[in-house]
């Protein structure tokens, strides 16, 4: 599986489940519940549907296939409610889609991203084929079974069914390598962690709230205290969601008791879900989030924030404030149907909007992680990377370095430049000029009459010399596509 794309773009349907999964049985109890007009009413639409059905196999020349119509009428209905998060699901859809909520995958377990007219390998995930074949990090791939790379859509040419296999040529450190590579199922943690060097600081990444995330989460939290972190980072950028239960679990390890959210039903009645029995934290906390943070993250988020237990980083959240829950029906498919909608313990509802940090860090995934470990303690702070990977502090971590050559002048993202300074990043589109700003007040200019900044797509690049000459405590370097950022 092409893990970066398939998880931003076609896991939108796997935004957050609800915590109990209701049976058939009861989901039919309480459709039949109710007056005899009613009853009568559903036995009438039911006998149309069946009138439709027999007209259709008597007399459509072309046939009917029962099966498909009766998915394609339950389809139809679910589909009519304006909904987007509301479904239906076959039983083969059903275990594809709780496969992908557990992070369960075939393909060869690579993250890509597609920069430049280049595809470059961000990660190969342990005991992936990918790692089995030799696949590296920063590898650009040129060719998939012999046809050449020519934009994003062909990154679909490397998926494929379970026991095939895909030829993978890439160009590595300038030399071309074609390497042959088993599609297989894998399966990813949901939690993955580290401590910073050089700090007290610990960095807990979740990935999803699959069933298993609680007690991942809870093993590596154990650990981190055992290395004797003081703080806190906890990732929940490009979580889409999952379980609620998995979510309201992890939140124990935050607060001992509180508020997790509020949640309404057809009754628009405001009941709160409450946490008991946990434990305080007993450390600073930063929660990191951006755009596709969604659903149960957001659950998550919002009790942090408005419990007082964290600092929200980052960018606008996804904006999903409802839960679904899965009713299985009797011929082993299953409606996926909002049940409810949640607010925050402070009772905000953000649904369509998002929840907005407190400290703001748009679109550069590096600025957010830097700033961030700043807020948590980390006293300075080594960035490096390339367009396929970034390391703080010599640690790996998922994220890039977009560096601009150009001119005999070498410019980067003036974002990361604004984090690593622990300022802001300002620019003024009359004057074509990007204001840089210290964390002591200090302004520096520069202009694209000078060439000292330019502006590619939404992003402002700084000229690393004259950054150099106005910041004269930074250090770099950029050798062999790495560059390499410090302050003295």
């Known amino acids: 599986m092409i893990l970066k ?21 009861e989901a039919a109890s309480s459709s039949t519940t109710g007056t005899t007009t009613n009853e009568a009413t559903n036995t009438s639409d039911l006998t149309t549907l069946q009138e439709v059905l027999n007209y259709l196999e008597t007399y459509n020349i072309e046939g009917v296939d029962r099966k498909e119509f009766l998915d394609s009428a339950i389809r139809g209905m679910v589909y009519s409610l304006d909904d987007p998060y509301s479904d239906y699901f076959s039983s083969e859809e059903l275990q594809k889609f709780e496969n992908g909520l557990n992070q369960e995958y075939v393909g060869i377990g690579v993250t890509l991203r597609y920069h430049d007219h280049k595809l470059y390998v961000t990660d190969v995930l342990a005991s992936s084929p990918a790692a089995a074949a030799g696949l590296r990090q920063n590898d650009i791939i040129t060719k998939v079974d012999g046809q050449a790379i020519a934009s994003q859509e062909d990154t679909a040419k490397i998926q494929g069914k379970e026991n095939t296999q895909v030829q993978i ?18 399966a990813l943690p949901s939690v993955t962690g580290k ?4 700090s007290k ?16 989460f809870a093993t590596k939290l154990a650990q981190l205290r055992k290395e004797g972190i003081a703080s806190l980072v906890l990732d929940l950028r490009d979580n889409l969601g999952g379980y609620v239960e998995s979510a309201a679990n992890i939140a124990k390890h935050f607060m001992k008791n509180g508020i997790l959210m509020y949640t309404s039903d057809q009754s628009n009645e405001l009941q709160p879900v409450t946490i008991t029995d946990g434990e305080d934290i007993g450390m600073p906390v ?38 679904q829950n899965l009713f299985k029906l009797s011929n082993g498919s299953s409606l996926k149907l909002t049940v409810q909608k949640y607010l925050t313990p402070n009772k905000e509802d953000f649904n369509h909007i998002g929840l907005k940090p ?42 890039y ?63 690393l010399h004259d950054l150099k000459q106005k910041v004269p405590n930074l250090t770099w370097s950029y050798q062999q596509g790495i560059l390499k950022l410090s302050l003295n």
């Not at 401590?195 to 050089?198: D, G, L």
């Not at 992680?369 to 971590?397: D, H, M, Q, W």
């Open 5 to 25: 794309y398939f998880r931003k773009y076609a896991l939108i349907s796997l935004l957050a489940l609800s915590i109990s999964i209701p049976q058939a049985a």
């Open 401 to 463: 370095v977009d560096v601009l050559q150009t001119g005999g002048k070498t410019y980067v993202p003036s974002q990361i430049v604004a984090a690593l300074i622990q300022g802001k990043a300002e620019w003024t589109p009359s004057l074509k000029k990007l204001t840089l700003t210290d964390k002591n007040g200090k302004r520096t200019g520069y202009t694209v009459a000078a060439k000292s900044t330019k502006i590619v797509g939404n992003e402002s690049f700084i000229e």
């Open 358 to 399: 407190d400290i703001t860090v748009k679109n550069s995934t590096a600025a957010q992680l830097i700033t961030g470990l700043y807020k948590s303690g980390v006293r300075k702070v080594e960035v490096s990377g390339s367009p396929s990977s970034l390391y703080v502090n010599g640690a790996p971590f998922a994220g």
């Open 195 to 198: 401590m910073i060097p050089s």
């Open 201 to 216: 600081v610990g960095y807990i990444a979740i990935s999803t709230f699959s069933e298993t995330a609680d007690d991942e």
């Open 286 to 323: 930063v929660v990191l989030t951006n755009g596709l943070t969604a659903s149960a993250s957001e659950i998550l988020t919002g009790s942090l924030r408005d419990n007082g237990l964290a600092t929200v980083i980052g960018s606008q959240t996804y904006g999903k404030a409802r839960i």
């Open 169 to 186: 040529t890439v160009n590595r450190s300038g030399k071309s390598l074609t390497l042959s590579i088993n599609r297989a199922h894998f």
